[in-house]
């Protein structure tokens, strides 16, 4: 697709509709040097990752417009087409195993076997020891059925279940306009200070994050290639809390830029 080509027919659908950029910006909380970095197809004004095919499909949805169609043209004039054997697979958490192996709980079963077998002859040894007016103890050997017996009386518990491992946390945090921005990670603050538009911040955490900010609309969060938003609207404050837990529940669902 020639330069120029998608940014011309975006900019033109939003013209036919009488949509003026301020509007649109509004409608779909799209800061305006965005949608201008779009229509003039300067890419380098874009923020990375999933962040522009967002764009382009909450831009799509508004006008009443094919988002597959424009995304396919998005891509074709970004040089970025992505096939669907390129999406990342599912990662699944492997199972950790929750019983004892056949072969140990036998060897457990013997050794029971062994040491009640050893204090039976003891006993009886002892028995026939303090007993010198008694005809002499014979000592009996348990037979293949007492064995048996033995053998199935002994209980068995298995191990419990290893709690399922907690997946590694990458967030990255895009600012689409100036805002106050505060990261906990794992119960540790680790970024509170303003940032500017465009910046773009990554962090690192073993179970949770917590993100507060001044201006909830001005924020793009990503969670280990998952968009999130902030539980605000407007220029409002607001916080969003992220573990392992909600990558486990989502794993496999839809995602909203």
Known sequence: ????????????ERELREVSTDEICSATRIAPK???ALENEEWEK???GVFGRGFVRTIARYLGLSEENLLSEYDLARGEVITASA????????STPKWV??????????????????GRYAWRQHAARTAPNKSSAIVSIPSTAETRNLSLSVPTTPLAAESEPNIPLDLSIVASAPTQVRVVADGTVVHDAAISAGANLHFSATDRF???ASRASALLLQLNGRPDTLAATGGSSG???LTSI???????GPTHP
């Open 87 to 94: 999406q990342r697979p599912e990662e699944r958490i492997p």
């Open 246 to 252: 909600d990558l486990r529940q989502a794993a496999g």
């Open 46 to 48: 874009l923020p990375g």
């Open 34 to 36: 965005f949608l201008e």
């Open 101 to 118: 192996p056949a072969t140990a709980l036998l060897v457990v079963i013997v050794v029971i076997l062994a040491l009640i077998l050893g």
């Open 210 to 212: 917590e993100v507060t």
């Open 1 to 12: 697709m020639a330069k120029g080509t998608f940014g011309e027919r975006l900019k033109r």
């Open 239 to 241: 916080t969003i809390s």
